[in-house]
Nanobody, 115 residues
Framework: QVQLVESGGGLVQPGGSLRLSCAAS????????VGWYRQAPGKQREWVAH???????DYVDSVKGRFTISRDDPKNTLYLRMNSLKPEDTAVYYC?????????WGEGTLVTVSS
């Protein structure tokens, strides 16, 4: 069983920055494709970014140039650095890990961008 625990969410003003973390149980990040989704109030869950086991990354267009996904394999931790935050980035952010047909989810962390 894979466990993922997110942290780092909070309230930030427009233009500010946050770094989300996702701690994974066991040494899994190097063999899983991992990433982030988000779900804004009243909207469907949206894919944000992922990083493959080979290190390739991709982002949804709305966050390109502002968000950076990375992982620290020795620490079994996935990160999402978010800069130049906008009110429309407000959402619950979930990390996920894929291994074959299995997908694992964290519980989510709330990011609120507001003045």
């Amino acid at each position: 069983q894979v466990q993922l625990v997110e942290s780092g969410g909070g309230l930030v003003q427009p233009g500010g920055s946050l770094r989300l973390s996702c701690a994974a149980s066991g040494n899994i990040l190097s063999i899983y494709s991992v990433g982030w989704y988000r779900q804004a109030p009243g909207k469907q869950r949206e894919w944000v970014a992922h990083i493959t086991s080979g290190g390739s990354v991709d982002y949804v267009d709305s966050v390109k140039g502002r968000f950076t996904i990375s992982r620290d394999d020795p620490k079994n931790t996935l990160y999402l650095r978010m800069n130049s935050l906008k009110p429309e980035d407000t959402a619950v952010y979930y990390c996920f890990a894929d291994f074959g047909v299995e997908r694992y989810w964290g519980e989510g962390t709330l990011v609120t961008v507001s003045s």
